[in-house]
């Protein structure tokens, strides 16, 4: 009766905290559902009911809408590659005794706790200005031409002003990772014979397949939701338009507020689908 009793009290102790949370995340899903079946344009005053499906048939049609998808893949892979190589390069380098290793290991964890926004500010102002910036004087000194890199190379610099914000949280859950292994497996492996590749590949990549699994997964639902970078750099220009600025166009820049929560809802779906495919995946990875 105690452990009941203890039960049903956690369970009305719990419930306003769901019940807040389920509103929190019900009602503005509620209400873009029903706008999305409207023609709502406040600046011209429409506000009509009865669209249907004819918004979202309009957003999947348009010719930005597989732009904008094929921008956001690019974004997601082209991060997650540079995030997850890196993060085990990282974290097998901080994994070695060195001196200041707490301070490095502050030093390369800092970024993560850099805003956005001011990321990409700093990127755009003091690395890649093609007149002022680090980059552009290191090509001068070095006797070549600067490089206008948010207009040449307009989605690799936003994957490695993103890459750089999140590189850090890879190399720490890696970390934690590598410093779970067993030290004697190493050890065993190399009385051997076994060279530093050859151990790397039979026993520290295999015991990183959960932690590596685990930080796709959570980078990707984040990865798909990356607005702020582009804002502030490109503005959506240059083929980096992904699927999150084109629904910000669509309500804001264009006012129609029917047409960009139908985008927002078939983002949503999109980024439902790529999450539950990729939890099929790390359940096997953490089943193995």
């Not at 914000?165 to 492996?189: C, K």
Request: glycine residues 8%; aromatic residues 10%; proline residues 4%.
């Amino acid at each position: 009766m105690a452990t009941q009793h203890s039960r049903s009290a956690a369970r009305l102790m719990m419930s306003p905290a769901v019940f807040l949370l389920l509103v929190w995340m019900l009602v503005p899903l509620i209400m873009t559902l029903w706008f999305s079946t409207l023609d709502y344009r406040p600046m011209r005053g429409t506000f009509d009911c009865c669209e249907g499906l004819g918004n979202y048939t309009r957003f999947v049609t348009s010719s930005a809408f597989l732009d904008s998808v094929v921008a956001t893949l690019q974004l997601v892979g082209g991060v997650l590659v540079i995030t997850v190589v890196g993060g085990i390069l990282l974290a097998i380098l901080l994994d070695q005794p060195i001196w200041g290793q707490g301070v490095v290991r502050i030093l390369v964890i800092a970024p993560f706790f850099v805003m956005p926004t001011v990321s990409a500010l700093v990127w755009k102002n003091m690395f890649m200005n093609p007149v002022n910036g680090l980059f552009a004087h290191l090509f001068k000194g070095l006797g070549l031409q600067p490089v206008d890199w948010l207009s040449q190379y307009p989605m690799f610099s936003i994957i490695l002003i993103v890459s750089w914000q999140w590189l850090p949280f890879a190399t720490l859950i890696l970390l934690t990772a590598i410093q779970s292994l067993d030290s004697e497996q190493l050890e065993a492996a190399e009385m051997d014979g076994a060279g530093p590749l050859s151990r790397f590949g039979h026993i520290t990549l295999p015991h990183l397949a959960r932690s590596i699994t685990v930080v796709v997964l959570i980078q990707t639902i984040f990865l798909l939701s990356i607005f702020a970078e582009i804002y502030v750099t490109t503005s959506g220009a240059f083929g980096t338009r992904t699927l999150t600025y084109l629904v910000y166009q669509r309500v804001i820049e264009s006012q129609n507020v029917g047409l960009g929560s139908a985008g927002g809802i078939i983002a949503v779906i999109l980024a439902n689908i790529v999450a539950l495919v990729l939890m099929r995946v790390v359940g096997k990875n953490l089943d193995a």
